[in-house]
T-cell receptor, first 112, second 116 residues
Framework: KQEVTQIPAALSVPEGENLVLNCSFT??????LQWFRQDPGKGLTSLLL?????REQTSGRLNASLDKSSGRSTLYIAASQPGDSATYLC???????????FGAGTTVTVRA | ETGVTQSPTHLIKTRGQQVTLRCSSQ?????VSWYQQALGQGPQFIFQ???????GRGNFPPRFSGLQFPNYSSELNVNALELDDSALYLC???????????????FGPGTRLLVL
């Protein structure tokens, strides 16, 4: 059974600061690792998907790294903006288990 | 290309009632998964439907049931509602060709259920 943990649970930074969000998973035999954004009361928006064979993935100001051997992924958000305020979730599916196993998320507040 | 849609957006029910939530999958997708997200927690997998059959189920009681239709849309039914069923219910669609290859799931906006 895959267990996913996200630390910290909440983060507050001033605008312009870089954000570092952490995700840990117990079963390293993952298919991929996906980062999502969730605005309050809304659904999930996929941000980045890292295949198990990749070490990182980038999209604009977002960069996600993956270290399967240590069971960790990190999401970096450069030059944060108030619009980045949201909850960020990671999910790490494993073979023969079609569900996404989510962490509880990190709630980010970027202060103007 | 249309995204995943869910209805209704909000719902209020009383304990003991039954509820049906609906999900239309993204065009070209044949698999629908349902998740329950309680306040402050990550989504928890309820079950997945592939080719109109349940294919994987999380730790939810039998009063949570579902259907998938030939057009790949899906329903989630919950009987004998309990207060703890209050949550955001998310539907996600994806495309499978069979086997165990895992593809990206695309989420709908969710249905917010409140049980009083």
């Amino acid at each position: 059974k895959q267990e996913v943990t996200q630390i910290p649970a909440a983060l507050s930074v001033p605008e312009g600061e870089n954000l570092v969000l952490n995700c840990s998973f117990t079963d390293s035999a993952i298919y991929n690792l996906q980062w999502f954004r969730q605005d309050p009361g809304k659904g999930l928006t996929s941000l980045l998907l890292i295949q198990s064979s990749q070490r990182e993935q980038t999209s604009g100001r977002l960069n996600a790294s993956l270290d399967k051997s240590s069971g960790r992924s990190t999401l970096y958000i450069a030059a944060s903006q108030p619009g980045d305020s949201a909850t960020y979730l990671c999910a790490a599916p494993i073979p023969n288990d079609y569900k996404l196993s989510f962490g509880a998320g990190t709630t980010v507040t970027v202060r103007a | 290309e249309t995204g995943v849609t869910q209805s209704p957006t909000h719902l209020i029910k009383t304990r003991g009632q039954q509820v049906t939530l609906r999900c239309s999958s993204q065009s070209g997708h044949n698999t629908v998964s349902w998740y329950q997200q309680a306040l402050g927690q990550g989504p928890q997998f309820i079950f997945q439907y592939y080719r109109e059959e349940e294919n994987g189920r999380g730790n939810f009681p039998p009063r949570f049931s579902g259907l998938q239709f030939p057009n790949y849309s899906s329903e989630l039914n919950v009987n004998a509602l309990e207060l703890d069923d209050s949550a955001l219910y998310l539907c996600a669609s994806s495309y499978r060709t069979g086997g165990s290859f895992f593809r990206t799931q695309y989420f709908g906006p969710g249905t917010r259920l409140l049980v009083l």
